[in-house]
């Protein structure tokens, strides 16, 4: 669950519709112009090759919350200056949310209505998203555009997690493993690289894509960069007595 993750963060980008694959949904509708929820890790990158592929909607920008106390991409811990030269490298305008740590889902939620706001002024009333099978998360996305008159985009939604995850390997993608929920997978996981052999030491409860937050990831190169994300790994800190954070350090030129 990684481009809708409850505390995405980033420097101004606006969460991006996903498209609709649901039986109910109108197969003829598709936004021209969208912002994309992005969270720097591979269902975010997922989601953005899908589109683009579809070639609608047009993505104005990519949207990231980033934690206020740790300058950093909510949940997946990577550090800014890696998110900005992730995005730049992909293209895109970035915007970032920033949000506290301790914030509660109210106050998350006002500041991203706020944020989008300011895109439905521009004309862009959908955003796109990573989610791939969490009814509740999705529903909570939709209920809180309704509000502003936005509507969200999953192109993922319902495809088979297994399978995506050896999309994004197949497809040239390179990700590693930024953070663990120790409750769920052993922590010194963390600063994995996200391939065939990671997948293959996942335990069977554990979710391949992570979608259930047993880990995040950071994508740092693939067929939509126009260069490698460089980086080095620091060291590996637990958070809340649960979370494995690896920190990955900016190496080469800024």
């Known amino acids: 669950m990684e481009s809708g993750d409850k505390y995405p963060s980033g420097a101004i980008s606006i969460p991006v519709l996903e498209m609709d694959m649901r039986a109910d949904a109108n197969p003829a509708f598709m936004p021209e112009r969208a912002v994309l929820a992005w969270s720097g890790g591979k269902d975010s990158a997922l989601a953005l090759h ?8 047009e993505v104005h920008a990519l949207l990231t919350t980033v934690s206020n106390d740790y300058d950093r991409i909510s949940m997946h811990g990577v ?14 305008p970035l915007d970032i949310v920033p949000v506290p740590r301790f914030g509660s889902n109210e106050e998350y939620d006002r500041m991203m209505r706020h944020a989008l706001a300011g895109y439905l002024r521009k004309g862009i009333s959908s955003v ?15 209920e809180n555009l309704s509000r502003i008159g936005m509507q969200g985009v999953f192109p993922l939604w319902k495809k088979d997690t297994g399978k995506l995850a050896r999309e994004f390997i197949d497809r040239g993608f390179k990700a590693v493993v930024t953070c663990i929920d120790g409750e769920a997978l052993d922590g010194s996981l963390a600063g994995r ?3 065939e052999g990671f997948l293959a030491e996942l335990p069977a409860r554990v979710d391949p894509c992570g979608e259930n937050g047993e880990f995040h990831t950071f994508v740092y190169d693939g067929p939509m960069f126009r260069h490698r994300i460089l980086y080095e790994k620091g060291e ?13 350090i900016p190496a080469g030129p800024g």
């Not at 590996?236 to 990955?248: E, G, I, M, Q, S």
């Open 193 to 195: 690289e996200f391939d």
């Open 79 to 92: 550090r800014r200056v890696l998110l900005e030269r992730q995005v730049e490298s992909l293209g895109f």
């Open 50 to 57: 899908e589109i683009r592929k579809a070639g609608s909607p």
């Open 236 to 248: 590996t800190v637990l958070r809340d007595r649960r979370f494995h954070f690896c920190d990955l």
């Open 128 to 142: 796109v998203f990573g989610d791939i099978f969490l009814e509740d998360v999705r529903k909570h996305r939709e």
